[in-house]
């Protein structure tokens, strides 16, 4: 009788979410109201993240408050950790991104089956939101991008940010019909190629209040990305593909071509080559695509964290299982 009351006043999405919620670990209220908050008014929530909504900047001592109060220990994390290890949450630990190529975006929205990857620090260098948990992985959403259509003059088009699975798929098409669309996985993978082809960079993001894990595919640049502008201003949202560019100097032709794509402005043309920074790369790949003369490639660099690349982890996962 209590559930049918509830379902009259609660739409069956956020019934979902809620449900979905009681089963996630170390999910508390706190996580679900920031997470309900962040679904149902994500243009509200990024407007005053990015400081493009006029109570951004009337209130900005406040939002900083509250930011660094999210720098902070939480009782839950030290049973994960264990007693002696350093638990501090720092914001960028709870959203973050990780750089994905094309092909390892394409995997992601082709994903036919449930999948079920908890605990991937060595893959996500986060202390919260590691696992890629996927239910319903064909349930696609097309979202107006809350970061671009923040900007005075965002980067078009705008339809570009795929939210995958449930309970997350559903709850954005039921919250915000006329900025979502449904779509299916080869049109997602469409969406990624034309992203691509802009320059535009892949994100895997994952965030703790949507449940401490994967929700989406971001395809972003450098002037509209709240995420990369935070990361630019010293807060490390974004994780690094676990590749890094490098330079073959006898087809390089110094054309600048790379130095104009490169989203994270770690490309300089010096004594007619292109040199890039270890620090600032970010492996993205999209300079290499760009590249006529073939004089980038990406490189493997374990240093900077495991590729999330589906196929691999789910081979490992096979080859070690009992």
């Given amino acids: 009788m209590k559930r049918r009351l509830t379902a009259g006043l609660i739409s069956p999405s956020t019934i979902k979410f809620i449900d ?7 999910y508390s209220v706190y996580d679900f109201i920031h997470g309900y908050v962040y679904a149902r008014w994500p243009y509200l929530y990024i407007e005053i993240g990015t400081g493009e909504h006029p109570i951004a900047n009337r209130y900005r001592p406040l939002f900083s408050k509250i930011l660094s109060g999210l720098d902070r220990i939480r009782p839950k994390d030290s049973k994960k950790y264990g007693d002696g290890v350093d638990t501090q949450v720092a914001f960028a630990d709870t959203y ?18 449930p999948i079920e990857l908890p605990n ?17 992985p064909d349930h696609i959403v097309a979202l107006q991008c809350p970061c671009r259509t ?11 940010c795929l939210i995958i ?6 709850f954005v098409i039921d919250h915000h019909p006329g900025r979502a669309r449904w779509i299916n996985p080869e049109e997602a993978a469409q969406i990624l190629r034309e992203e691509d082809e802009r320059g535009h960079v892949h994100h895997a ?21 709240g995420a990369m502008q935070a990361h630019r201003n010293g807060v490390p949202m974004l994780a690094s593909s676990g590749y890094i560019c490098e330079t073959n100097e006898l087809l390089c032709i110094g054309c600048e071509t790379c130095v104009d794509y490169c989203q994270f402005g770690a490309i300089m043309i010096i004594d007619g080559f292109s040199n890039i920074s ?8 999209v300079c290499v695509d760009k590249c006529e003369s073939g004089a980038l490639s990406l490189v493997l660099d374990l240093e900077r964290g495991i590729p999330l690349d589906i196929k691999q982890l789910m081979n490992n996962i096979q080859q070690n299982a009992p």
Avoid: W
Wanted: aromatic fraction near 8%; charge should be neutral.
């Fill in 96 to 113: 973050h991104g990780k750089v994905v190529s094309l092909e390892a975006a394409r995997q992601l929205v082709m994903i036919n089956e």
């Fill in 205 to 225: 993001f994952f965030k703790d209040a949507m449940l401490g894990r994967f929700y989406a595919i971001c395809n972003c640049c450098d002037c509209c990305c």
């Fill in 278 to 285: 270890k620090d600032e790369c970010m492996g993205c790949g």
């Fill in 120 to 136: 991937l620090e060595n893959v996500i260098p986060y202390k919260k939101a590691t696992d890629l948990i996927m239910q319903n």
């Fill in 20 to 26: 979905f919620a009681r089963k996630a670990r170390d």
């Fill in 165 to 170: 699975g449930e309970p997350f798929a559903g």
């Fill in 150 to 160: 923040a900007r005075p003059n965002p980067c078009t088009p705008l339809d570009v």
